[in-house]
């Protein structure tokens, strides 16, 4: 896992969870600063005497969760457990000061939920303007102790230096998107239909290469994207009666 982190040697490193210390100690001894968080106390004694006497490795005995992040520049990498993922996910998204970079080691299904793989969910819809979520990698049952019956990879959240959409427009694109992908229209037209005339939405299918009848699922967060560009440009920007709710 260490050797495959695309961060650079004294980089911040936040692990969340730091167990018996194992990964912690791989982290520090490939050259990164690390704030271990482990919140068993069991698990962190272990993790105390495993790193004892090492300058570059802090330890704390905390819950993450509820654990105030850094205001500066970091990076996350933690084994998540799987109870906490969306919870710890969600922590990292809408911190102060989100992470830099974070690799996470997380259930594939739910990374791929995130990440908006095979399709887009509202949850990789509502980040991805800020945040490159991705699946970084998979790794073998065999690596684990004892080996789980559920498939593990590395899920990848970095943020945009430049995000995708502007500051002053992140609420209403997540509206927009919260309204019209959210409420599970079964077609695209219809789900848009608050917003776009029948014209407008035939001339954005040809324009961007998605049939007016296809699912809204179906469409890519490239196509999402460039269609809440064209609404705020042509409706919200002109006509201030017509705002996303």
């Known amino acids: 896992i260490v050797r495959r982190l695309p961060f650079s040697p004294g980089d911040r490193v936040v692990e969340a969870g730091g167990g018996d210390g194992r990964l912690t100690e791989a982290l520090a001894g490939a050259g990164f600063r690390v704030l271990a968080i482990e919140k068993d106390k069991r698990l962190y004694g272990l993790l105390r005497r495993r790193l004892a006497g090492r300058p570059d490795?802090?330890?704390?005995?905390?819950?993450?969760?509820?654990?105030?992040?850094p205001s500066i520049p970091y990076r996350v990498v933690s084994n998540v457990p799987?109870?906490?993922?969306?919870?710890?996910?969600?922590?990292?998204?809408?911190a102060a000061r989100p992470p830099d970079d974070a690799i996470l080691i997380v259930q594939r299904e739910a990374a791929e939920?995130?990440?908006?793989?095979?399709?887009?969910?509202?949850?990789?819809?509502?980040?991805?303007?800020?945040f490159e979520i991705s699946v970084a990698g998979a790794l073998p049952r065999r690596d684990f102790v004892p080996p789980p019956r559920v498939h593990s990879v590395l899920l990848r959240?970095?943020?945009?230096?430049?995000?995708?959409?502007?500051?002053?427009?992140?609420?209403?694109?997540?509206?927009?998107?919260?309204t019209t992908f959210g409420h599970g229209a079964p077609e695209v037209s219809h789900a848009l239909r608050r917003y776009l005339t029948t014209r407008q939405v035939k001339r954005?299918?040809?324009?961007?290469?998605?049939?007016?009848?296809?699912?809204?699922?179906?469409?890519?967060?490239?196509q999402w994207l460039s269609i809440f560009r064209f609404?705020?440009?042509?409706?919200?920007?002109?006509?201030?009666?017509?705002?996303?709710?």
């Open 57 to 69: 490795v802090l330890c704390r005995h905390a819950d993450f969760l509820t654990f105030p992040l």
């Open 82 to 94: 799987y109870a906490i993922t969306a919870a710890l996910v969600r922590k990292l998204l809408h």
């Open 113 to 130: 939920k995130f990440a908006g793989v095979r399709r887009e969910t509202l949850f990789s819809l509502l980040h991805k303007p800020w």
């Open 157 to 178: 959240i970095r943020r945009r230096e430049v995000p995708l959409v502007a500051g002053g427009s992140g609420p209403d694109y997540r509206s927009f998107i919260t």
């Open 204 to 222: 954005l299918g040809h324009d961007l290469g998605f049939p007016r009848d296809c699912r809204a699922s179906q469409l890519t967060f490239d």
């Open 231 to 245: 609404v705020e440009h042509e409706c919200l920007g002109h006509d201030p009666t017509r705002r996303v709710a």
